[in-house]
């Protein structure tokens, strides 16, 4: 018996030793078999499976296993310990898809070749051979008069096997290897004995496996050549249900598990809850203080737009559920796991609170995400660090949010769930429960796949995502990234693209794109893609401009910059990812180039701080430091000083006033997925009735929906100093026409119609799961 090495194998073992439970094995055919039958079957089938530690899966296909592999990405289909390719005539173990060798050398031996066996064939034209992936095996598509004495003579010269079925499949085997025959050796290599292994098929290609040797189950709608082959053998079940119903019948006719195993094991899924929304999102709809050992929870002191958005869709009395994390430091005594949120403003939600530890966030959120996934996400792949520990809190994290999502929902609830960090909820969630509406909102930029790849866990998350009913992105570039990403992933039919105008540029930005994929499907369900950028809150501007705070921050400003001089404003958050000192350099180029623009401008830098423990933030807080007080040193004069820097943040009624002061902002992140800052100026600007000049990166989102900004290239010193330049000297009427566009579409695409937008679209989506259908890579 071979030493087991896949950590799965690992653990069913272990279960099993503790647990004393019986072993049986699952030996499937696919198409029509394991990925078939009803979304309820196939949900009870697969929990059994994954909770039942004496199951041992092993596909047995037709497909190559370039075919099989897309199923090893969808993560609501159960790891299989080895899988059975080919016909037979190949065997992977299913977890590192390394060859079985000892099973494969015999195989291998009797092969003739792929090149022997085609040029034999070349001669009968009727026929027509099948471009799909596959391995010691020929096979051709022909009707069932084609098959003829003189075929039959070639594969015996040659050694070989011939398998027709389904009417139409024709294939070249080894002499003496089928699925049956490879099972059988795999049994025995397993260690296992033939009484505990249970196979399901539906074709005539099955037939090796449901020929009295095993326990066996046609499912319902099978062959009808295989029923009438197996229609007097006692150890083969004619199921009544298709699929994974057929599957489950024979489980409990054959008796496997025990007499509750079938009955009950699986059943354990979530029972439904009463939201019919849920919110899962990182952060709680309220603040905690914790004082002396109690948590005090009161409304956000400065909330950004979104949370008051999502919370407004339960603001008509919508059942509803806010799924966030809380630690669980032990001063909490029980933790509170249900909290009201507002009980006058939202009377029927409630937060649903997830315990996690100090070390639990510093992991998943602190360090994780913010030292594998961010770097990536924004294109500086080289910076990730990638630990496979580090994965496992993560995907722990994940499973207790999707836990909490799970117990909440009402049935065929919709759950919305936000951004990276939060990646494996729509596996653990489906899983759960296949009755909800799953939607997806990528706050971040979503890369290509050149850089997406570099993830070891692109399978499992990109797997995870396509569980859902809708994913929405900021712009279509980041649509498209995705759609690429999950091109190598699993096979897939396009099913609707539109034009991206007028709403988003298409030429001459980087963010740009034509035409955009809005429906994919796959084997499993029908995927809805959408890019709804995440607009502002406009009242929220308008109240922070008439504030005390903001007329207050006016006069301050007033008196420190003067009304005669120009301001360019630049608002980052400090981060490698917001072009700062690419910024800073071209600064100091612009003053080189225009001696004219001394004692005229004034550079104003807000740096809003990143948590210091980060060795790369704080190098480049000190980069930062250093190019400012060059810049000073070398221009500064008597009451001028070119860069005013302030590593600081402000609240919203502050920030107001330098978006009003300022003639210029210049906005030169080097990735970002949207920006708001830079809606946020045009809507000060437009409310104010200015006409400053927005110089905005072409690798902002923004960038696609912003039409009016004057585009640079910030990974371009030269452009850097240009745009900023031409913003500076922009004839008035021009930026008076720009502005107008500007805060036409931030006031219309404002946060409120992002949201309903959103909404609309993960409610489109028609809740009939699209069975599994055969596609070019899917034989008998």
Same mark, same amino acid.
């Given at each position: 018996?071979?030493?087991?090495?896949?950590?799965?194998?690992?653990k069913r073992?272990?279960?099993?030793a503790?647990t004393?439970?019986k /072993?049986?094995?699952?030996?499937?055919?696919?198409d029509?078999?394991?990925l078939?039958g009803?979304?309820?079957?196939?949900?009870?089938?697969?929990?059994l499976?994954n909770?039942h530690?004496g199951?041992?899966?092993?596909?047995?296909?037709?497909?190559g296993?370039?075919?099989?592999?897309?199923?090893?990405?969808?993560?609501?289909?159960?790891e299989?310990?080895?899988?059975i390719?080919?016909?037979?005539a190949?065997?992977?173990?299913?977890?590192?898809?390394q060859p079985v060798?000892?099973?494969l050398?015999?195989i291998?031996?009797?092969w003739?070749?792929?090149?022997?066996?085609?040029e034999?064939?070349?001669?009968?034209e009727?026929i027509?051979?099948q471009?799909?992936?596959?391995?010691?095996?020929c096979?051709?598509?022909c009707d069932?008069?084609a098959?003829?004495?003189e075929?039959?003579?070639v594969?015996?010269?040659?050694?070989?096997d011939?398998?027709y079925s389904?009417?139409y499949y024709?294939d070249?085997?080894?002499?003496g290897?089928?699925k049956?025959?490879?099972?059988a050796?795999l049994?025995d290599?397993?260690?296992e004995?033939?009484?505990d292994?249970?196979t399901?098929?539906?074709?005539?290609?099955?037939?090796s496996m449901?020929?009295?040797r095993?326990?066996?189950?046609?499912v *319902?709608?099978?062959?009808?050549g295989?029923l009438e082959a197996?229609?007097k053998?006692?150890? +083969? !079940?004619h199921?009544e249900?298709?699929?994974?119903?057929?599957?489950l019948e024979?489980m409990?006719?054959?008796?496997f598990l025990?007499?509750?195993?079938v009955?009950?094991?699986?059943?354990?899924s979530?029972k439904?809850?009463?939201?019919?929304?849920?919110m899962v999102y990182?952060?709680?709809p309220y603040e905690?203080?914790?004082e002396r050992?109690?948590?005090?929870?009161?409304?956000?002191?400065?909330?950004?737009?979104?949370?008051?958005?999502l919370?407004?869709?339960?603001?008509?009395?919508?059942r509803?559920a806010?799924?966030?994390?809380?630690?669980?430091?032990?001063?909490?005594?029980p933790?509170?796991?249900?909290t009201s949120?507002d009980?006058?403003?939202?009377p029927?939600l409630?937060?649903s609170r997830?315990?996690?530890?100090?070390d639990?966030?510093?992991?998943f959120?602190k360090r994780f995400?913010?030292e594998?996934?961010?770097?990536m996400?924004?294109?500086f792949?080289?910076?990730a660090?990638?630990r496979e520990?580090h994965?496992? +809190?993560f995907c722990d994290?994940?499973r207790?949010?999707?836990?909490k999502?799970?117990e909440e929902?009402?049935h065929?609830a919709?759950?919305?769930?936000?951004?990276y960090?939060?990646?494996?909820?729509p596996a653990?969630?489906?899983?759960r429960?296949?009755?909800?509406r799953?939607?997806f909102?990528?706050?971040t930029h979503?890369?290509?796949?050149?850089?997406?790849?570099?993830?070891?866990w692109r399978?499992?998350?990109v797997g995870?995502?396509? $569980?859902?009913?809708y994913?929405g992105?900021?712009?279509?570039?980041?649509?498209?990234?995705? +759609?690429?990403?999950?091109?190598?992933?699993v096979?897939?039919?396009?099913?609707e693209r539109?034009n991206?105008?007028?709403r988003?540029?298409?030429y001459g930005?980087?963010?740009?794109?034509?035409e955009?994929?809005?429906?994919?499907?796959?084997?499993?369900r029908?995927?809805r893609?959408g890019?709804?950028?995440?607009? !502002?809150?406009i009242?929220?501007?308008?109240q922070a401009?008439?504030?005390r705070?903001?007329?207050?921050?006016t006069?301050?400003?007033?008196?420190?910059? *003067?009304?005669?001089?120009r301001?360019?404003?630049s608002?980052e958050r400090?981060?490698?990812?917001?072009?700062?000192l690419?910024?800073?350099?071209?600064?100091?180029?612009?003053l080189e180039?225009?001696p004219e623009l001394?004692?005229?401008?004034?550079l104003?830098?807000?740096?809003v701080?990143?948590?210091?423990?980060i060795?790369?933030?704080?190098?480049?807080i000190?980069?930062i430091?250093?190019?400012v007080?060059?810049?000073?040193g070398?221009?500064a004069?008597?009451?001028? /000083?070119p860069?005013?820097?302030?590593y600081?943040?402000f609240?919203?009624?502050?920030?107001?006033s330098f978006?009003?002061?300022?003639?210029?902002m210049w906005i030169?992140?080097?990735?970002?997925?949207l920006?708001? +800052?830079a809606?946020?100026?045009?809507?000060?600007q437009?409310?104010?009735?200015c006409m400053?000049r927005l110089? !905005?990166?072409e690798?902002?989102?923004?960038?696609?929906?912003?039409?009016?900004a004057?585009l640079t290239?910030?990974?371009d010193? $030269?452009?850097l100093?240009?745009?900023?330049?031409?913003a500076?000297?922009?004839?008035?009427?021009?930026?008076?026409?720009r502005m107008?566009? !500007?805060?036409?579409?931030?006031s219309?695409?404002?946060?409120?119609?992002?949201?309903?937008?959103?909404?609309?679209?993960?409610?489109?989506?028609?809740q009939?799961?699209?069975?599994p259908?055969?596609?070019?890579?899917e034989l008998?």
């Open positions: 018996m071979p030493a087991d090495t896949s950590p799965l194998v690992f073992r272990i279960e099993l503790e004393g439970a /072993t049986m094995i699952l030996a499937t055919d696919l029509g078999t394991f078939g009803s979304a309820e079957n196939r949900s009870r089938l697969y929990q499976i909770a530690p199951i041992r899966l092993v596909f047995v296909t037709g497909r296993l370039e075919a099989v592999m897309p199923l090893l990405s969808d993560p609501s289909i159960p299989p310990e080895f899988i390719c080919d016909v037979g190949t065997v992977v173990d299913g977890s590192t898809l060798s000892e099973l050398e015999e291998e031996e009797l003739p070749g792929e090149i022997a066996i085609v034999a064939m070349a001669r009968f009727t027509k051979r471009e799909v992936p596959q391995a010691r095996r096979s051709w598509y069932p008069d098959v003829t004495d075929i039959r003579k594969a015996d010269e040659l050694g070989c011939l398998l389904a009417g024709l070249f085997l080894p002499k290897t089928n049956g025959a490879t099972l050796r049994i290599y397993m260690g004995h033939i009484d292994v249970l399901a098929g539906d074709t005539l290609n099955d037939l449901l020929d009295g095993f326990k066996g189950v046609c *319902g709608d099978s062959e009808g295989l197996t229609n053998s006692a150890r +083969v !079940l199921a249900e298709p699929g994974c119903g057929g599957i024979a409990s006719h054959f008796g025990g007499p509750r195993g009955a009950h094991e699986g059943q354990d979530a439904p809850g009463t939201s019919d929304l849920v990182h952060r709680l905690e203080v914790r050992g109690k948590v005090r929870r009161q409304p956000h002191s400065s909330p950004n737009g979104i949370l008051p958005t919370l407004s869709f339960f603001a008509d009395g919508t509803g806010w799924i966030a994390w809380s630690i669980d430091d032990g001063t909490e005594e933790f509170v796991t249900h949120v009980n006058a403003a939202y029927n409630i937060c997830v315990a996690l530890s100090k639990d966030v510093d992991i959120y995400s913010k594998a996934f961010w770097p996400l924004h294109t792949w080289e910076r660090e990638f520990e994965w496992e +809190v994290v994940n207790k949010f999707a836990e999502a799970a929902a009402a065929g919709l759950v919305w769930i936000h951004d960090n939060l990646w494996m909820v653990y969630l489906r899983e429960r296949p009755d909800l799953i939607a909102f990528h706050h979503f890369p290509s796949a050149d850089i997406f790849n570099v993830v070891p399978r499992e998350i995870s995502l396509l $569980q859902c009913d994913v992105f900021h712009i279509p570039r980041q649509v498209e990234n995705f +759609v690429d990403v999950v091109r190598g992933v096979p897939f039919k396009v099913q539109q991206c105008a007028p988003f540029l298409t930005c980087a963010a740009g794109l034509g955009m994929t809005v429906e994919i499907e796959t084997d499993q029908t995927i893609l890019a709804n950028p995440v607009g !502002l809150d009242e929220r501007m308008k401009l008439a504030s705070a903001a007329q207050k921050q006069r301050l400003l007033q008196d420190e910059l *003067g009304s005669e001089r301001v360019i404003l608002v400090l981060d490698y990812t917001k072009g700062v690419q910024k800073l350099v071209a600064y100091e180029r612009l180039q225009h001394h004692n005229d401008v004034t104003v830098i807000i740096c701080p990143a948590a210091r423990e060795k790369v933030y704080r190098d480049l000190a980069d430091e250093q190019a007080g060059r810049i000073n070398r221009f004069q008597v009451g001028w /000083t860069v005013n820097y302030y600081r943040g609240p919203l009624q502050q920030l107001v978006y009003e002061r300022a003639d210029v030169t992140p080097l990735r970002d997925g920006n708001l +800052v809606k946020e100026y045009v809507a000060t437009g409310l104010s009735h400053g110089v !905005l990166s690798f902002t989102g923004a960038a696609a929906e912003l039409h009016g004057l290239n910030p990974h010193t $030269q452009d100093v240009e745009r900023c330049y031409q500076l000297i922009m004839p008035p009427n021009e930026a008076s026409t107008r566009e !500007l805060f036409d579409i931030v219309y695409y404002d946060i409120r119609r992002w949201g309903e937008e959103f909404i609309a679209n993960a409610r489109y989506v028609d009939s799961r699209a069975e259908v055969a596609d070019a890579l008998a």
